[in-house]
């Protein structure tokens, strides 16, 4: 399996894929930096520029119609001002006709999503109007009139555009955006791909993610983390601390600031890298798969001050928990979920989540409760039944016994029974 960091493959939305799954076809979008000429440059711009504006009056339009006539504008009736558009405003006839047919689609999904979320009682923000940074994209609804080389891609009123093609492209494109994103175009294609099931495995699998080990499994192996952030992080300080005896403004500060990116940017690409593969490891080998719902957003959030009866603050682990939240950061246990979820998507396993209960304090030979356990206790040694295991596998193992009954459940709920 390989993985390239630049041009990440990545799935769309989960309704997107959801929307694509017809005959086991799946959306992957592939990402190339393009490199466009001045002239090309500024057509594109022009073309991104026009696109920008016809989505704000086409927002305006929707706005006013509802503001003074109480009536809501369809997609289909702004799709058919298009030739009038083009008559007052003959510059249009230089952009694609499904290019601009998308900027409207974009605006009833803007629509749309507002009102679903007004329905289920949210209170979203109205549509807003896009500035020039926040409208960033064209797209090409269909290929029609576009190809791709190793060394360009051919767009439609454009002609070719230097591209550098660093992995194949899988599966058939459907869509191709064209992105400005800072300095730099890029273009992602959406592609459908058919998705390779594996053969059904036998084998389910309890999955703890900790701190001693990166993840503990109910098999009694482990993941073990290698910590690049920490080896990374030392190289990052001294560079950081190089950083900040630079002069504001200097061409060497400039310097120092490129040397400080590149090392998150190492580190960042290391831990993904890892990650892909062990989640690619435990998708290939398990069918079912279960994780505690772990809510990592919370544990990372920095923990609130205790005051005494006098209003004194008391030490509260602070410092300690704040090397917790590094580990956790830095083990990336929210990416690999996200991993292991979408690559059991599409090789047909499933994954399940669990309510993280006393996981560590049941024995999972004996299914009593024993006593509370430190974080330094690592061994589990059952006040019960006597069973001496791991800490970590003890809870990885109730982990997949508590994924079993949740899918049993599932399964009696899905008879109807
Ligand atoms: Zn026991």
Not at 57 to 68: G, I, P, S, T
Not at 120 to 136: A, E, L, M, V
Not at 299 to 310: A, F, G, H, L, S
Request: proline share 4%.
């Amino acid at each position: 399996m390989h993985y390239n960091h630049q041009h990440q493959v990545k799935l769309l939305s989960k309704q997107a894929t959801r929307g694509h799954r017809g005959k086991q076809g799946m959306i992957k979008t592939y990402k190339f930096r393009i490199y466009p000429n001045n002239t090309t440059e500024n057509r594109l711009q022009w073309v991104l520029d026009r696109c920008r504006e016809l989505y704000n009056a086409a927002l305006q339009e929707r706005k006013e119609a509802y503001k003074y006539a109480s009536k809501t504008i369809s997609y289909y009736e702004q799709q058919n001002d298009l030739p009038d558009i083009k008559e007052i405003r003959p510059e249009y006839k230089d952009i694609g006709a499904h290019v601009l047919q998308n900027v409207l689609k974009r605006v009833d999904k803007t629509y749309r999503d507002f009102f679903r979320r007004c329905k289920i009682g949210q209170t979203p923000g109205y549509p807003r109007f896009q500035g020039k940074n926040r409208y960033d994209s064209f797209t090409y609804p269909d290929t029609y009139g576009l190809k791709v080389s190793a060394s360009h891609v051919t767009l439609p009123k454009f002609g070719n555009v230097k591209l550098k093609l660093h992995r194949p492209i899988e599966g058939k494109i459907k869509t191709c955006t064209i992105k400005h994103e800072g300095e730099h175009w890029y273009a992602a294609f959406a592609c459908e791909v058919e998705t390779e099931k594996l053969p059904v495995s036998y084998e389910d699998i309890g999955i703890d993610l900790g701190i001693t080990h990166f993840a503990a499994l109910s098999d009694g192996t482990f993941i073990d983390n290698p910590r690049y952030y920490r080896k990374g992080e030392k190289l990052l300080e001294r560079r950081n601390q190089a950083l900040s005896r630079k002069k504001k403004g200097s061409h060497r500060r400039d310097k120092a600031r490129k040397l400080v990116a590149k090392a998150h940017r190492k580190v960042r690409n290391q831990r993904k890298d890892f990650l892909h593969k062990a989640s690619r490891q435990i998708v290939n080998k398990h069918q079912v798969i279960v994780f505690e719902d772990l809510q990592t957003e919370n544990m990372v959030k920095r923990p609130k001050p205790k005051q005494d009866e006098n209003g004194t603050y008391l030490p509260n682990g602070a410092s300690a928990k704040a090397g917790l939240n590094k580990s956790i950061t830095d083990a990336g246990w929210g990416m690999f979920v996200d991993m292991v979820s979408y690559k059991a998507a599409s090789a047909g396993r499933s994954m399940i989540k669990v309510n993280p209960y006393k996981t560590s304090q049941i024995c999972s030979a004996c299914l009593k409760e024993g006593p509370h356990k430190d974080l330094a206790e690592r061994t589990h040694i059952c006040i019960h039944c006597g069973i001496v295991l791991d800490r970590d596998t003890n809870a990885a193992l109730n982990i997949l016994r508590a994924g079993r009954v949740q899918q049993s459940a599932m399964a009696v709920e899905a008879l109807g029974l």
